[in-house]
């Protein structure tokens, strides 16, 4: 009884970390930050196409998960502080369906990024970043990964633990989490990074590395972060470039807002035809 119950943990568990969670089972994230503070976030996320065939007989229907691998318009209220979001970009290859987006920001200072369901808001990360002597100091405060179902594998009897990593596992296949900051200048501590090299740090989490659900339920907690850099080597071209990019992307976010609530309510329309349809044919 006991080996089965956490069988079924393990495998529920794992199932709400990586969807309602992360939302995927690849996630990239690289946050590049200006002197002043400005910068931007490119976001990758991909969904493994075979494991969701796999999930179908947990009660999920891989072909609900294209929906969330569009971007809405409403969705830009996940992200607060952020003054334009470029066209999302989808694709399938090689059995992963691809997602990605890059969001600016003016101030990393106002930056949140934030889960809502309903009424409900919670706040999954934020930033501080400020100038320290020649160079800068960024800390983040993250719950972006942070799990209720996860944590609860804390408390799980280790009875039976080997027989649920050995389910959970399968769908670990291509599993790869990375997130990464750059700096205006050389990263001199990286708090909270396995890695750091030149103007960068990084985090990088794969199916390699997981050992046990004991490493799961690790990834699903809250973590505080913190890089340190030297004086900046960004060159005035560089400084001047940026600012280009950003206020481009601000001037072309009005008509992709416009563009994306329209592909919206036609998602939301012919979604209401097919179940139609499909209730006229079980008539």
């Given at each position: 009884?006991?080996?089965?119950?956490?069988?079924?943990?393990?495998?529920?568990?794992?199932?709400?970390?990586?969807?309602?969670?992360?939302?995927?089972?690849?996630?990239?994230?690289?946050?590049?930050?200006?002197?002043?503070?400005?910068?931007?976030?490119?976001?990758?996320?991909?969904?493994?196409?075979?494991?969701?065939?796999?999930?179908?007989?947990?009660?999920?229907?891989?072909?609900?998960?294209?929906?969330?691998?569009?971007?809405?318009?409403?969705?830009?209220?996940?992200?607060?502080?952020?003054?334009?979001?470029?066209?999302?970009?989808?694709?399938?290859?090689?059995?992963?369906?691809?997602?990605?987006?890059?969001?600016?920001?003016?101030?990393?200072?106002?930056?949140?990024?934030?889960?809502?369901?309903?009424?409900?808001?919670?706040?999954?990360?934020?930033?501080?970043?400020?100038?320290?002597?020649?160079?800068?100091?960024?800390?983040?405060?993250?719950?972006?990964?942070?799990?209720?179902?996860?944590?609860?594998?804390?408390?799980?009897?280790?009875?039976?633990?080997?027989?649920?990593?050995?389910?959970?596992?399968?769908?670990?296949?291509?599993?790869?989490?990375?997130?990464?900051?750059?700096?205006?200048?050389a990263v001199t501590t990286?708090?909270?990074?396995?890695?750091?090299?030149?103007?960068?740090?990084?985090?990088?989490?794969?199916?390699?590395?997981?050992?046990?659900?004991?490493?799961?339920?690790?990834?699903?907690?809250?973590?505080?972060?913190?890089?340190?850099?030297?004086?900046?080597?960004?060159?005035?071209?560089?400084?001047?470039?940026?600012?280009?990019?950003?206020?481009d992307a601000k001037a072309?976010?009005?008509?992709?807002?416009?563009?994306?609530?329209?592909?919206?309510?036609k998602r939301k329309k012919?979604?209401?035809?097919?179940?139609?349809?499909?209730?006229?044919?079980?008539?």
């Amino acid at each position: 009884m006991i080996v089965r119950t956490l069988r079924a943990m393990a495998l529920l568990a794992f199932a709400a970390f990586l969807f309602p969670a992360s939302g995927c089972i690849r996630y990239q994230e690289e946050l590049v930050v200006q002197p002043d503070g400005s910068g931007k976030m490119v976001l990758t996320m991909g969904f493994n196409l075979e494991i969701l065939e796999k999930l179908k007989g947990m009660g999920m229907d891989p072909k609900e998960n294209d929906d969330k691998m569009t971007f809405d318009a409403k969705d830009f209220e996940k992200f607060e502080g952020i003054v334009a979001l470029t066209r999302p970009k989808t694709e399938k290859k090689d059995n992963w369906q691809i997602w990605s987006v890059t969001a600016y920001f003016e101030d990393i200072n106002k930056v949140k990024l934030v889960e809502k369901e309903g009424e409900t808001k919670k706040v999954k990360a934020t930033f501080a970043f400020r100038k320290e002597g020649d160079g800068y100091v960024l800390e983040i405060d993250d719950h972006l990964m942070e799990n209720d179902q996860m944590k609860k594998m804390d408390d799980a009897p280790e009875e039976g633990g080997e027989q649920a990593w050995e389910m959970v596992k399968q769908f670990l296949k291509g599993f790869e989490i990375s997130r990464g900051v750059k700096m205006p200048g050389a990263v001199t501590t990286a708090e909270g990074f396995s890695q750091k090299e030149g103007r960068g740090a990084l985090n990088k989490i794969d199916e390699a590395s997981l050992k046990g659900m004991a490493d799961l339920s690790k990834m699903a907690k809250a973590a505080k972060r913190k890089v340190v850099c030297g004086k900046s080597e960004l060159s005035e071209g560089d400084v001047a470039a940026f600012k280009k990019e950003l206020e481009d992307a601000k001037a072309a976010w009005p008509k992709i807002q416009e563009e994306l609530k329209a592909e919206s309510e036609k998602r939301k329309k012919d979604k209401e035809k097919d179940k139609d349809n499909e209730k006229e044919k079980g008539d």
